[in-house]
């Protein structure tokens, strides 16, 4: 028997909880578009937003089938609240005109909307296949797992981190889709999010692995392959 499961950073839900919060999340996502219908609901804005709810289920269905190895130890909680405080942040920017960033500063265009939905759909492939590679060592936390390895298949064959590259690649998107402000502000606060904690995880892994993450280190990139 299958038993629902949602796991968002540290928080892990299961059974009936699981269901009751994916409800919730979707009920809230819809109903900000609702409330910004002339803004979302009725421009390109609402594939971008179709694409996240999808992403969500996604990543919570994953979570179900895949049983995460054991924690030895994590990084503290109060570093991951400020990791989801940046990341709602970054999603309420990105999602609602706020005043004073109100405004387009990206070219109307069919193109725009392709290219920005395009590299959300990338990215949302990418981040499947780099979790699937990953498979029971992923976590949403900076930590250390019982017979911890060092992935280096798939995408991990060419960046260190490609499921941040994919969230990453999500908000650009989905700010390249909108054309506002406000939206690029919401990307720059992911990225300033992703970067501290690049940061931290790079000192997590080189401390578990040394030597052989060094190496590692030394023939990838962060986040775009031959580039950075």
Same mark, same amino acid.
């Given at each position: 028997?299958?038993?629902?499961?949602?796991?968002?950073?540290?928080?892990?839900?299961?059974?009936?909880?699981? %269901?009751?919060?994916?409800?919730?999340?979707?009920?809230?996502?819809?109903?900000?578009?609702?409330?910004?219908?002339?803004?979302?609901?009725?421009?390109?804005?609402? =594939?971008?937003?179709? @694409?996240?709810?999808?992403?969500?289920?996604?990543?919570s269905v994953a979570a179900s089938k895949t049983a995460s190895a054991p924690t030895q130890s994590r990084e503290s909680r109060e570093s991951?609240?400020?990791?989801?405080?940046?990341?709602?942040?970054?999603? *309420? *920017?990105?999602? %609602?005109?706020?005043?004073?960033?109100?405004?387009?500063? @990206?070219?109307?265009?069919?193109?725009? %909307?392709?290219?920005?939905?395009?590299?959300?759909?990338?990215?949302?492939?990418l981040a499947i296949f780099a979790r699937r590679h990953l498979g029971r060592f992923w976590s949403g936390e900076i930590t250390r797992k019982v017979g911890h390895e060092l992935i280096r298949s798939g995408p991990y064959r060419f960046v260190r981190h490609p499921i941040?590259?994919?969230?990453?690649?999500?908000?650009? +998107?989905?700010? =390249?889709?909108?054309?506002?402000?406000?939206?690029? %502000? +919401?990307?720059?606060?992911?990225?300033?999010?992703?970067?501290? /904690?690049?940061?931290?995880?790079? /000192?997590? *892994?080189?401390? *578990?692995? +040394?030597?052989?993450?060094?190496?590692?280190?030394?023939?990838?990139?962060?986040?775009?392959?031959?580039?950075?």
């Amino acid at each position: 028997m299958r038993v629902a499961v949602v796991q968002i950073g540290a928080l892990r839900l299961t059974g009936r909880a699981a %269901v009751a919060a994916t409800l919730t999340l979707l009920v809230a996502i819809l109903a900000a578009l609702i409330y910004f219908r002339a803004r979302i609901l009725s421009s390109p804005l609402s =594939i971008s937003a179709a @694409l996240w709810i999808a992403f969500v289920v996604n990543w919570s269905v994953a979570a179900s089938k895949t049983a995460s190895a054991p924690t030895q130890s994590r990084e503290s909680r109060e570093s991951r609240r400020v990791h989801q405080r940046l990341l709602n942040l970054a999603m *309420l *920017l990105v999602f %609602v005109p706020v005043p004073g960033l109100d405004r387009r500063i @990206l070219p109307a265009g069919s193109w725009v %909307v392709v290219l920005g939905i395009a590299i959300q759909v990338a990215s949302f492939g990418l981040a499947i296949f780099a979790r699937r590679h990953l498979g029971r060592f992923w976590s949403g936390e900076i930590t250390r797992k019982v017979g911890h390895e060092l992935i280096r298949s798939g995408p991990y064959r060419f960046v260190r981190h490609p499921i941040y590259t994919a969230m990453l690649g999500m908000f650009v +998107g989905m700010a =390249i889709v909108s054309g506002d402000l406000h939206a690029f %502000v +919401g990307a720059a606060v992911v990225t300033f999010a992703y970067w501290r /904690k690049i940061r931290l995880e790079e /000192k997590n *892994l080189s401390e *578990l692995f +040394g030597a052989s993450y060094d190496e590692y280190r030394r023939t990838t990139r962060g986040l775009i392959p031959w580039v950075f």
